[in-house]
């Protein structure tokens, strides 16, 4: 069986790597500090977990709306999600 | 008996629900040039032909026994893999679990069309296409979630005391869990079967998908026949009744708990 | 929360986490590994990064199947969810009919979904269906659902009533059963009106089943597939292709494995993200409860 049929391409290969990558190192922060419930900006008390979770899907809906609205470079996109990731980690 | 206002829209209710089914199970009886020729609420010529048509075309039986195959593959592949998971859910909070248990539920909200494509190549990779173990893995995306849902629900409902004073009269976990704790949550066993039963048994475009000749389910089969041209409505109305059998003998069994199943489980 | 903290309980979890595992994230890995390329055949395919989502996200077809999606769910979950609780307040409370009651309310979910068409079809035909037949000649009403694009609608949507409501009733029946007897009797002797009982004591009992129901009804209306599929076939034209049609027939029927993945994501998002806020919701509303 070979993965083939899965048509891995470097690009989307680095991102699950990533993801995989931050799932990880969660992970073993949670091990080395365990994560508090807390209220930010979010309508609702959040976890680390929970922080992460919503900066993911957020960025993914910020990369939709530029694909679908702009012409501009994704390049933009991608730092404003890394922006969006890490506010929302922070004071989430 | 006087029938008040509460009675009465109940049963128009329950008109409404078993008209087309009457109309199915009536068609089912009447020669196809009845159905196309004459207007009747009762067959005119009452025949058992289509049946006897089902049961002796093997295109038409085999479909039945390839989706009671899968379906029954899949029921104990859920609820052997769900059983201990629940059980983990309902007693442990250990790390990840509200995240896991989210990720879960994400798979039974997602479209099965999404997973079609993948299935389609991957099954075929892996020379796993057109069996009947293909169709009932590719339905355990939606059934696992499902059964360890409705089953942390059940297993909720049970004092912890038990465990703790099954282990301090020295059992050991697997024999506490299957001679105490399985015989405890039967009745949530066999609604979780249930529920595992049906939405397997339902599902058409993901077995449809998986499948060509061996492993093709009734439902693929009935799809055929709709698109044919010359069709064979009494045939079809007859394969449509007979998929109704199989529910209607589960449904009895499980009639009293059926209603508790879905409450149970928290989201 | 009264829980042993144990990390290992992951063993018992991990079986599960395999198969599903299996069975959601290789698929979806493929699915965006797809989604950037365009496959040409076994072997030979070309990256194209961003290209298919343009293609989805500008398609105008694309854009009324979800507005067609979106209506259709909202009117579901309008139709199902009063009709679900008005009938699941007229269920008997004790005695032989509960069994029967519930036995025949649960027959339609228990129909293989294609069936479900399929009744649907040969109960609403113009010239062998019942109600085809008798809206045509008794009341010469022209009805056609494989012509008429409101006939074809107001049909999906009658046969997703008839075969979705007893879910609801199923549910919100159960939740009713859970409230105590001394609440009714409080509530007599109270002098409370009919309407009062239900609004203050039925109604706040029924919300977990309640919010449990509409998730349910929204996901699955929102996926539908096989019932309009096996009924009108998306048609006439395409006013009742919904979303999972759509991408059926880009993904089987015309191979377009690169734009059809595209559509698997975006779809995939739009679920994740009402699956995320009704799961909130539910569970923030079971602690303020507890």
Known sequence: MTLEWMAWTPITASFFIFIGLVLMGMTVWQIVSPTVESKGFLPMPTTRGDRLFIGLLGSCYILLAWIGLTELSLWIALALCFLFLGLTLRFG | MRINLRQAALLAYLFFLLLPIYWLVNMSFKETDEILGVFSLLPEHFTWANYKMIFTDPSWYTGYINSIKYVAMNTVISLSVALPAAYGFSRFSFMGDKHMFFWLLTNRMSPPAVFLLPFFQFYQTVGLFDTHIAVALAHCLFNVPLAVWILEGFMSGVPREIDETAFIDGYSFPRFFFTIFIPLIRAGIGVTAFFCFMFSWVELLLARTLTTVNAKPIAAVMTRTISAAGMDWGGLAAAGVLTMVPGVIVIWFVRNYMAKGFALGRV | MSKWEDNKAWFLVLPVFL???????????????????????????????????????????????????????????????????????????????VSACLVLLALPLLIPWNVVGTIWVVFSRPDIGLTGVTLNNLFGIPYNFTANPVHSWLTVLIMDVWHWTPLVILLCYAGLRAIPEAYYQAAKIDGASRFAVFRYIQLPKMRGVLLIAVLLRFMDSFMIYTEPFVLTGGGPGNSTTFLSQYLTKMAVGQFDLGPAAAFSLVYFLIILLFSYIFYTVISSFDKGEA
């Not at chain 3, 198969?19 to 493929?30: E, G, H, N, R, Y």
């Not at chain 3, 199947?65 to 009709?83: D, G, K, T």
Request: charged share 20%; proline share 5%.
């Open chain 3, 19 to 97: 198969v599903v595992a299996f069975s959601a994230i290789i698929p979806l890995m493929t699915v965006v590994n797809y989604s950037v390329q365009d496959i040409l055949g076994p072997g030979d395919r070309v990256f194209v990064g961003d290209e298919w989502y343009r293609d989805v996200l500008t398609d105008f077809r694309l854009h009324e199947a979800l507005w067609r999606q979106i209506v259709y769910s909202f009117c579901v979950l309008a139709i199902e969810v009063p009709l679900g609780i008005g009938v699941a307040l007229t269920l008997p409370k004790k005695g032989w009919g």
